[in-house]
């Protein structure tokens, strides 16, 4: 039952997509982050539904869409640099077998990063994108957080609908990625024109946002924690009442920590004895031999270039009576559980500078947007805000990803696609004066505003065809009244 609903899902948007193409980029997002192939029990798994719908997506471009904003920006070009150089350490991986079964993913997720700001050439496509990413993402988080509250949880024993804990639906990853995209829920739910912010509106996504809350509760994994923390001191800076903002939080904390499971607890509180922590202990063994391995390959040993490590873990601790009690594991082919470690064994130093370029790049970009907009009102009411959330979303993956290896994770390229594109569209269709951080501003009356510039109309949505036109008419015409 559950292989023909999603077989009949996938038809419906084949169809749909035949008519407005740019589904086909929507469903693609749908097959990279639910993965459907997966949950299905037979008939979708022997399907390649991932690149059928990613060539789908340029096919249907190519024919309709405008070729205007073809033109790379700098952070495509990185981008691009970036996938030809990894397509180079691929070839001289020190274990080709797993680097190529890496690749195989990786090529599809990079160029579609790339591809994919050439479609969002309007605020409804900037939004529909964020739309489909958060419904999609919600399908996870509904389910776990439900389980959650029910007293599903527990590290590495949640289920979220797969029982393979990869891709999304790895513990760390899923709680990372819920935690980044609630500053992307705030925003739909208050500026949205595609769903209009009616109460029942609301009610979703402040109920979707609270599920991601309760990821990393049921996943009961550290990552989570500091993703929270930060997210929390980000919102501060958008919040108008400051004192009643951190009064809210600490009344959450001081009634939510009764309630939260010991197993939740006892684990956090291994952040302080990371030493004793056999996970944290394993991961300073791995990023020690990451950059020991780096120092003798500078250009990366390609994909999975950790499965040659030997490490040698130091777990030793003192008891309560300060006796040393010295404690040694041995292991090998232990992940990075870093992406920027992950980068440096992979890529080597010229991919970790390429990967920090683009994503460094993009925060500032977005700081810049902020700043320019942050006081507009009416029609750019929603620029400020929108650059705030995909900034305070980068920068919770930025520190979410310091636990795990995620550098190539499709969900943050979606998000530098979003930023890409909204950053074009803001620059060409929105009347506005660049902020500078180097300019002298000139105050009271010498203070003279800038003459805005001659702005090109914002594109729109592709005319419907003459057979289009002549099905949507009505069948028997109308009768003039005299």
Known sequence: MRDLFLIGFMMMMTVLGFRRPFLFLCTYIYVDIVSPQRISYYLLSSIPVSLIFFAASFLGWAINDDKALSKPTPRQIILILLLLYSGFTTLTAAHP????????????????????????????????????????????????????????????????????????????????????????????AKYSTIVPPTIFARLYWYGLAFACLLIPIGTQTRTGLLCIVLMAFLELRAAKRRMMYLGVMAAIVVVGLPFLPKSYTERMDTINTYKADASASTRIAVWKWT??????????????????????????????????????????????????FEMLGEQGYPGLAMFLAVHLIGIFRMEVVRRTYAKHQGDNAWVAPLASALQNAHLIYMLGCSFVGIAFQPFIYFIIAVEIGFDRYVQTHVKKRAWNPFRKRKRGFDAEPEPEPDLPPEPTEPEPSMGERRRTQPRWGTVNQK
Not at 157 to 162: A, E, I, R, S, W
Request: glycine content about 12%; hydrophobic content about 45%.
């Open 97 to 188: 077998d797993a680097a190529w079964e890496k690749w195989d993913w990786v090529w599809k997720a990079m160029i579609f990063a790339i591809f994919m700001p050439m479609a969002l050439y309007t605020r409804v496509r900037i939004e529909g994108i964020l739309l489909v990413m958060l419904v999609c993402l919600s399908s996870i988080a509904l389910v776990g957080g439900a389980k959650t509250l029910a007293g599903g949880g527990g590290y590495g024993t949640l289920n979220l609908m797969v029982a393979n804990n990869s891709g999304m639906y790895e513990s760390s990853t899923i709680s990372a990625f819920s935690i980044c995209s609630i500053p992307l829920i705030l925003y739909m």
């Open 291 to 340: 950059i020991d391995y780096a120092s003798k390959n500078p250009l990366g040993g390609g994909f999975n270039a950790y499965i040659g490590n030997k490490l040698e873990i130091d777990m030793s601790y003192k008891t309560a009576d300060g006796t040393l009690v010295k404690v040694v594991g041995y292991d090998v082919g232990r992940s990075f559980h870093n992406a920027y």
